[in-house]
């Protein structure tokens, strides 16, 4: 039993999960997202009352049992929540427990899969990451949860329609809410806002020098890459935490630059991999500045195979950086790396908040973000449209007033009628 509010440490989900690995089913199944809160699930199961938004056994058991401890509390309760630290690093943790057979679950279809249940599996769903839930409408964040809840009850049906015994996690690699609740004592507040600033930037960005200056600015709070659909390759901590990374081929001038990011052994079956960006600094008349794009994205591995995509909306005025939220070769990313060769195809890149800069840097800093997403949001849009209709319409209203005559002659009671020819 832990008290309200209280922060699991990686040391006590260690314990927590002991049962997990000593059941006779040693099968277990990793929901992995890349931002989730407890707040997430509350939030929804008061905005549907009564009745429960998700349909499959384990979120509909966490709710139900969400709303029993909400409804027992007799004031204000701030539930429990496993540090952001604990959860990074549970995948790593979870391949050392245990002499587990690994495998990535890519194409979100169980029932070609084959499962040795005489040896450990572990089983790893890289679900479809969200967007930042702050910046989303009521509806979107229902529809995008409910969407990941079919994905797990799908996944866990066919599991057990084929008699498969197995456990589930499902958690996320950073929190998606910081409470700032006032009522919660001092020592919570604080280590809940050392989370919040940890969070936002957990690490610096990675950098790239010529001498005693920065030419190359890179930075990601996820950086993952999906090979033939079943590798799955998770570059964060190797690229920004430990920094087990050579960027000694990168190259830097005034007009092209490229970042070079060499990784040794990654995973069990890549013994080398090569990541390549190359951006120009070119002078456009029609802006009369100069602007920096990133025009190609390259993937070597093994030194043999030559992936190369082609990069889409990547751009910024050559004195600022580039950012955006989602950058990776879904269509559902706003920018998108095209495969460009056959490759390419067997390739899935994934980059969360990339922010990357490859010239005029100053102080080791990144300048002023120009973000992938448009200046004319579709509200903005709806909001224009809206109005000129408005104004077309005062417009036309005013110039029909406007048309309106009096009449020019009147009759006099005393004299003889009045007489207006038709053609007057």
């Known amino acids: 039993a832990l008290h309200e509010g209280h922060v699991v440490s990686a040391q006590e989900l260690t314990v927590l999960l002991q049962p997990v690995f000593t059941q006779n089913s040693r099968n277990l199944v990793l929901f992995l997202q890349d931002t989730l809160s407890v707040d997430d699930f509350t939030y929804l199961s008061e905005s549907f009352g009564n009745k429960n938004p998700f349909q499959n056994q384990v979120n509909k058991l966490f709710i139900n049992l969400l709303q029993e401890i909400l409804q027992s509390s007799p004031s204000s309760l701030v539930l429990p929540a496993v540090d952001c630290k604990a959860t990074r690093d549970l995948l790593s943790f979870l391949q050392e427990s245990g002499d587990w057979k690994l495998t990535n679950v890519t194409d979100l279809d169980v029932s070609h899969l084959e499962v040795n249940t005489s040896k450990p599996n572990l089983l790893v769903v890289q679900l479809q990451p969200l967007v930042s839930l702050s910046q989303l409408t009521e509806f979107v964040k229902l529809y995008m949860f409910l969407f990941i809840d079919k994905i797990i009850g799908r996944l866990t049906m066919d599991l057990q329609e084929r008699g498969i015994h197995f456990s589930v996690i499902y958690t996320a690699v950073r929190p998606s ?94 013994s080398s991999l090569e990541i390549r960006f190359l951006m120009t600094n070119k002078f456009y008349g029609s802006s009369a500045r100069n602007w920096f794009t990133l025009d190609s994205v390259e993937i070597i591995q093994d030194g043999e195979k030559f992936a190369k995509f082609n990069v889409s909306v990547i751009s910024a005025p050559a004195e600022y950086s580039f950012h955006c939220q989602l950058v990776g070769t879904s269509n559902l990313y706003p920018a998108r790396l095209i495969p460009s060769n056959n490759e390419a195809k067997n390739w899935n890149v994934f980059i969360s908040r990339l922010q990357i800069q490859g010239f005029n840097i100053e102080n080791n800093q990144f300048s002023y973000a120009s973000d992938c997403t448009g200046f004319f949001s579709p509200g903005i849009w709806m909001g224009l449209v809206t109005s000129i209709i408005l104004l077309w319409i005062l417009t036309y209203g005013i110039h029909m007033i406007m048309q309106l005559t009096t009449n020019s002659r009147f009759d006099d009671p005393k004299g003889p009628a009045l007489s207006v020819p038709q053609t007057e």
């Open 177 to 270: 809410r910081i409470s700032r609740r006032t009522d919660v004592v001092w020592e919570l507040r604080r280590q809940l806002m050392a989370t919040e600033e940890e969070d936002s930037l957990p690490y610096p960005p990675l950098n790239v020098t010529t001498g005693n200056e920065t030419c190359i600015l890179f930075y990601a709070s996820n950086f993952s890459l999906n090979a033939n659909s079943s590798v799955f390759i998770d570059l964060t901590n190797a690229t920004f935490v430990t920094r087990n990374v050579d960027t000694s081929s990168s190259k830097c001038s005034d007009f092209n630059t490229t970042l070079s990011l060499k990784y040794t052994d990654p995973v069990n079956k890549i």
